[in-house]
């Protein structure tokens, strides 16, 4: 693990780790809190136990474990975490799957203390994948702080599914849970998650369809599970190969795919597509093919700006795979507005300060918004504002007090601005 400086690139701190058995040890998935401080997902090989879930807190300032957890299953076999996310309330959630007895794997999906790593609950689902090769585990955060897991499952067909479940976010009950298998009874291959301004679920990647192989893209209700629509499968121009590997929503609720696509004597090219958000019908293709007309992927894309962002890779005939960033101009490519500015939240003045401190944040629209102040262990002070704000600057003043009136000891704390599509935090400091 590296933690880098953010102006510079400068290397603040470096982390070995080395499981007991000496081998495959991975991070897969890292995420962290207000204060800093990182958690970890991965793997660690536990002997006689193969491969385990891995979940690991390091210090933010030094990069120190401050505690680490491995859990396995039954079976004695590999186990794995993929994915990790903090919750509101500061505690983080980890995602994989584990082997239990008769190597039946089921999807683990569970919540621990910050403070400590102790077990707050754990929410399981039938039908997982035993894969400990390719990622099959996401994680997104509802709205209200639920946790949204998408797995790769495997079905009753000999197929691949879509699962997918909602568990609360104090107790991991599930909201629910659902199972997505196509119309092939094929595979349907998971490759990359995303979430909504709403909070719905956008699910990308590709789809068997009698041994073609097409973008598959997706649109579930955050709110109850309920499949919205099912985009017409992107099939390129010689009909063989074609994989979604990213998804995002730009404006006006525009959702947009892109992966590697076989073209015509071009072997992948980058294909990005464009759906309409509300029925999902296809809006537009763009493809790139690289230097040497050889293997070219996205890995990731972004809006911002008015412009479309891809990157990936392409493959040139003397360097091999180079990093490659595609920008694409909305408005020559499709008729949705241009994207709102993101809400935005101000440098809290004084800071620091006694007794109090003034929050300000602006917003390009209307919309929800939870302003709060939390300690540095991610436990919540107070809540300043929950609900509708309007668009413009709304400013908001802190008197050092929690919700309880009481005066708060002088120390850093955190105030975090969440809306539906983002989160923002600064550090406040109160002197005595």
């Not at 186990?79 to 239990?100: K, Q």
């Not at 585990?137 to 495997?154: E, F, I, K, N, S």
């Not at 004597?265 to 980058?270: A, H, M, N, R």
Request: net charge negative; glycine share 12%; charged share 15%.
């Amino acid at each position: 693990m590296l933690k880098l400086d953010g102006a510079t690139g400068e290397v603040l701190w470096s982390r070995l780790y080395q499981g007991s058995a000496g081998l495959d040890e991975a991070v897969l998935g890292v995420d962290s809190d207000v204060a800093g401080d990182v958690y970890v997902a991965g793997r660690v090989t536990v002997a006689g136990q193969g491969m385990q879930m891995l979940a690991m807190k390091l210090r933010g300032s030094d990069g120190t474990t401050a505690w680490m957890d491995i859990r396995g299953g039954t079976a004695g076999g590999d186990d794995i975490a993929w994915d990790v996310v903090v919750g509101p309330d500061g505690n983080p959630v980890f995602s994989g799957h584990t082997l239990e007895t008769g190597n039946v794997a089921r999807c683990l999906t569970r919540k621990l203390a910050a403070a400590d790593g102790a077990m707050i609950w754990e929410a399981t689902l039938a039908g997982a994948l035993n894969d400990v090769v390719s990622r099959s585990a996401w994680l997104h955060l509802a709205p209200d702080g639920d946790v949204l897991m998408v797995q790769r499952g495997y079905g009753a067909t000999n197929g691949y599914d879509v699962l997918l479940a909602r568990y609360d976010a104090a107790d991991g009950q599930p909201a629910w849970s659902v199972r997505y298998d196509g119309p092939t009874h094929g595979g349907d291959d998971p490759r990359a998650v995303a979430i909504t301004a709403t909070g719905d679920v956008l699910v990308a990647g590709v789809q068997d369809t009698w041994w073609n192989y097409n973008y598959l893209t997706l649109k579930f209700s955050g709110a109850t599970g309920a499949l919205l629509w099912t985009a017409p499968a992107y099939n390129g121009p010689p009909g063989w190969y074609d994989v979604a590997t990213t998804v995002c929503e730009g404006p006006g609720g525009l959702v947009v795919t892109s992966g590697l696509s076989d073209g015509s004597g071009t072997s992948w090219d980058i294909a990005t597509v464009g759906y309409d958000g509300t029925t999902g019908a296809q809006q537009w293709v763009l493809r790139h093919d690289g230097p040497s007309s050889q293997s070219d992927e996205a890995r990731a894309v972004a809006i911002g700006a008015g412009r479309l962002f891809v990157t990936g890779y392409v493959y040139a005939d003397v360097t091999g795979k180079d990093w490659i960033t595609l920008a694409y101009d909305l408005g020559l490519t499709s008729d949705a507005p241009l994207p709102s500015a993101a809400p935005s939240l101000a440098t809290p003045w004084p800071n620091p300060f006694n007794p109090a401190v003034n929050i300000a944040f602006d917003l390009a629209e209307p919309a929800s918004v939870r302003v709060a102040i939390h300690a540095l262990d991610g436990a919540l002070v107070r809540v300043l504002r929950d609900g509708q704000a309007a668009a413009g600057r709304t400013s908001l003043r802190w008197d050092g007090r929690d919700a309880a009136g009481r005066t708060v000891a002088a120390a850093t704390y955190a105030v975090r601005l969440s809306t539906l599509s983002s989160q923002e935090v600064r550090l406040i400091t109160l002197l005595k």
